[in-house]
């Protein structure tokens, strides 16, 4: 009678543990459908802010800030400009802004944020056909 006891339980154990396992797998997908990033909090932010500032090469500065956002995972479009200002060159801020768009929580405001950051006319066309 003990063992009998003991499979029936490891049985409905098996079967609760998979239900879990698929209803988590499920309920994880809507999660993934309907959320947004939240944004790095601010002692955060300015802690890699620093970072890419102490940098004293250009390539060092755009590495620092790409390894930055992929740590921070969510920024503002505001954050981004704020990295993107401490680049010098034009084509080093468009490398960028290109790797930094899939991490921006408001994408609606990133054209109108980043503009501003470019002179040449074709990295800002190359900025917009990224936000459209």
Same mark, same amino acid.
């Given at each position: 009678m003990?063992?009998?006891?003991?499979?029936l339980?490891?049985a409905?154990a098996? =079967?609760? =543990?998979?239900?879990?396992?698929?209803l988590?797998?499920v309920?994880?997908d809507?999660?993934? !459908?309907?959320a947004?990033?939240i944004p790095a909090?601010g002692?955060? #932010?300015?802690?890699?802010?620093?970072?890419? %500032?102490g940098k004293?090469f250009?390539r060092d500065?755009l590495?620092? %800030? +790409?390894?930055?956002t992929k740590r921070?995972?969510?920024?503002?479009s505001t954050?981004i !400009?704020?990295f993107?200002?401490?680049?010098? =060159?034009e +084509?080093?801020?468009?490398? #960028?802004? !290109?790797y930094?768009?899939? =991490?921006?929580?408001?994408?609606d405001n990133f #054209?109108p944020?980043?503009?501003?950051?470019?002179t040449?006319r074709?990295? !800002?066309e190359?900025?917009?056909?990224?936000?459209?």
């Open positions: 003990r063992k009998i006891q003991q499979l339980f490891i409905l098996v =079967f609760t =543990f998979s239900s879990c396992e698929i988590r797998d309920a994880q809507q999660v993934d !459908k309907h947004t990033c909090a002692a955060t #932010y300015t802690s890699s802010y620093k970072i890419i %500032a004293t250009e500065r590495n620092s %800030a +790409n390894r930055e921070l995972r969510c920024m503002t954050q !400009k704020g993107v200002d401490l680049l010098t =060159f +084509n080093k801020k468009l490398e #960028y802004v !290109k930094a768009y899939g =991490f921006c929580s408001d994408p #054209y944020q980043m503009e501003s950051s470019f040449f074709r990295s !800002k190359e900025l917009e056909m990224l936000t459209r």
